[in-house]
């Protein structure tokens, strides 16, 4: 199985038509910034054209009603573990607050809270916007780590295969998040970035990081 993932299109649509098929395609959010409800539909459709089938969670430049506008087209991947082909998966959407406040925030201790309620089981790809406290995924320029305390506590206690986050465009890399692979893809609107796991039968996963 090929997995595409990509993240932080900020309404920039260029690079579509330059990625791979997949048989699941992921996104983390930030189709838009500080896109309306309208504007955010419309990105939606424009990836559809490419992506028919993929599953997202929304980020925090997308608006509050990002969730249910997916749901509603048939892309949201919520925060329960949903099966897709096989693969077990699940999302959260929107930001720890930012320096600036945006439109789709949470208080980190809130989020804490809500990810504690959701009980472990197996699961193969954790979707988040929000890169998770350490590890590296959460790098600015400065050197300092932004990452969220509540991704990070909900990543270590479901301890998934593989992580995939976005919103830290400097941060793009594979990163060892207490033996799962943690993947920030960097941005997909300015850059093309975009990662692909390749999962065979009886062999390691390869997971690589690309620029349209």
């Keep these: 199985m090929r997995i595409l993932f990509f993240s932080d299109l900020h309404e920039n649509f260029s690079s579509l038509s330059k990625l791979p098929d997949a048989d699941l395609v992921l996104i983390g959010g930030d189709f838009t910034t500080l896109g309306t409800p309208e504007h955010f539909r419309e990105a939606i459709k424009i990836v559809e054209n490419r992506f028919p089938k993929f599953l997202a969670v929304a980020g925090n430049m997308d608006p509050p009603e990002a969730d249910k506008i997916l749901a509603e087209m048939g892309h949201f991947l919520p925060q329960e573990t949903t099966a897709v082909k096989g693969v077990k998966c699940l999302g959260v959407s929107g930001s720890h607050k930012c320096p ?3 439109p789709y925030e949470w208080y980190d201790a809130e989020m804490d809270k809500r990810l504690a309620a959701i009980p472990e089981g197996a699961l193969d790809l954790l979707v988040t916007h929000a890169p998770p406290m350490g590890f590296g995924a959460d790098v600015i320029p400065n ?5 969220s305390h ?3 506590n909900f990543a270590k206690r479901l301890h998934p ?4 986050c976005g919103h830290i465009h400097e941060a793009a890399g594979l990163f060892d998040e207490e033996g ?6 960097g941005d997909f609107g300015e850059a093309g970035n975009h990662a692909v796991i390749e999962l065979l039968d009886g062999q390691a996963p390869v997971v690589t990081l690309h620029r349209s």
């Design 100 to 102: 600036r406040p945006t």
């Design 161 to 164: 295969r593989f992580h995939l």
């Design 180 to 185: 799962t692979l943690l993947v920030n893809c």
């Design 150 to 152: 509540a991704i990070a």
């Design 143 to 147: 050197g300092m780590h932004v990452g």
